[in-house]
């Protein structure tokens, strides 16, 4: 047995594009059906990035309910640590801008909730299988649905926002890979602990010993990384090995230490999908790019990608306008490789790698300083880091 859902769009995913993209739509008067593999919880639990950009923020906070700037927190600077010095950059000053602190399974509670409320029919423990008729006007996702029926849902467009495993870009891209990447040699151990916040801003440390970032959860629960091997186990190192790598590489800053709840091993990679859009299949977020985490890119790019499609769809299905869809990809990618570039400059700046020269190392902190003895250069920071204007 088959069931069959007609919807206007079908999107796949509901992380933080996905919902947001049934959000806008359905404020246009646009019907959508949202599928997810997970289930809610897993969906509401899963710790990932906390940084969000000005535009990010306001765009969330407008949507009934968000609790973005009651639970978050408003950061108006970081601080960039290299050979034993801090050294903050001030984003009101340079930018008029700030972000905001408010971890990615925060806004997701949010937009489960805000969806629900609004009727959206929203569909958790969906397996997508396939996504057919690309190149028609009447896409189709063929899935399995959470009792294990076979479920059919033909739209006018199928949108991929699906993570960096996507089911989805295979239609677009013809492979599950095709696009450019870049591996790095290096991957982030992640904590959370309870434990006080050890620095009012977020840190970004660089020493001999390599990266650090200090970042933070609430008043009891923090969030810290340190550079480490991709193949390491996370498993192996015991808690006072953690807090002496994450101390080590923090040495103008005393770390105020606490029970490690959470540990994990964060791979980088840099990938940008060969396309976007083929006909009425389109892929937005992870699922069209990966940035490394070091510029706080990931989330915030996908709501960039997700803006320009909503205006795109509405244009098409409202007023029968093709000509928004039809560049959304050319006009999403700049943005992207604004941030790829960011994303890969912040870390490549901050780490070390492993067959990094005398000569590299050094570059690395002089390029460090002529950020941070220049108005230009933490200008520049400050503008990449709040997120350039959507
Ligand atoms: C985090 O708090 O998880 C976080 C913050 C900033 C980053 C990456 C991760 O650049």
Redesign the pocket.
Known sequence: MTATVRTRVAIVGAGPAGLLLSHLLATAGIESVVVDSRTREQIETTIR???LEQGTVDLLAAIEGSRVHTVGHRHDGIVLGFEGSGHRIDFPSLTGRSVW?YPQHEVLKDLVAARLAGGQDLRFGVTVEAVEGADTTSPAVVATDAEGRTLRIEADVVVGADGSRSVVRPAVVGSRSGGRFREYPFAWFGILCEAPPSSDE?IYSRSDAGFA?I??RSETVQ?M?FQCDPELDPASLSEAQIWDALQRRVPGTVLREGPIIQRDVLRFRSFVANDLRRGRVVIVGDAAHTVP????KGMNLAVADVVLLAEALDGLLLRGDASLLDTFAERALRRIWKAQHFSWWMTTMLHVAPEDSEFDRLREVGELRSVVESEAGQTYLAEGYTGWPL
């Not at 985490?293 to 706080?296: F, I, K, N, S």
């Open positions: 990035a906390g940084i602190l977020l970032l970042s933070q969030r990384y985490p070091t510029g706080a």
